[in-house]
């Protein structure tokens, strides 16, 4: 039981490394679109949709598609990475609970 969970753990700890670097090269795609076409906003854009569209959106008519995929990107990294986090936690405290 403690090599299958030791195994796990490291299994996620994997999985977030490799989902780690492919949403980066997603991320830094779209990124590296959005400034070349000098679009800026803050974290507070990314979070919420409706100042995104307030503020954002109507200064770079052209870039809305680049803006959603990219902010997507974003969205959807941090969602994985606080699962894998958690996961890999979690495997941790029952690691350490049922130590040999």
């Known amino acids: ?6 195994s796990v753990v490291i299994g996620l700890f994997v999985a977030m490394l490799f989902l780690n670097i492919y949403f980066r090269m ?4 779209a990124y590296k679109i959005l400034v ?6 803050g974290a507070a854009h990314i979070f919420n949709d409706e100042k995104m569209a307030k503020e954002i959106y ?3 008519p052209g870039q809305v598609e680049n803006i959603k995929i990219f902010v997507r990107h974003i969205r959807y990294s941090i969602k994985m990475a606080t699962v894998l ?3 890999i936690t979690m495997f941790g405290a ?3 609970y049922y130590r040999e």
């Not at 997603?26 to 795609?29: I, P, T, W, Y």
């Open 1 to 6: 039981m403690y090599i299958l969970l030791i």
């Open 26 to 29: 997603k991320v830094f795609g």
């Open 36 to 41: 070349k076409n000098k679009v800026e906003f």
């Open 58 to 60: 109507p200064h770079y």
């Open 85 to 87: 986090t958690t996961l």
């Open 94 to 96: 029952i690691l350490m």
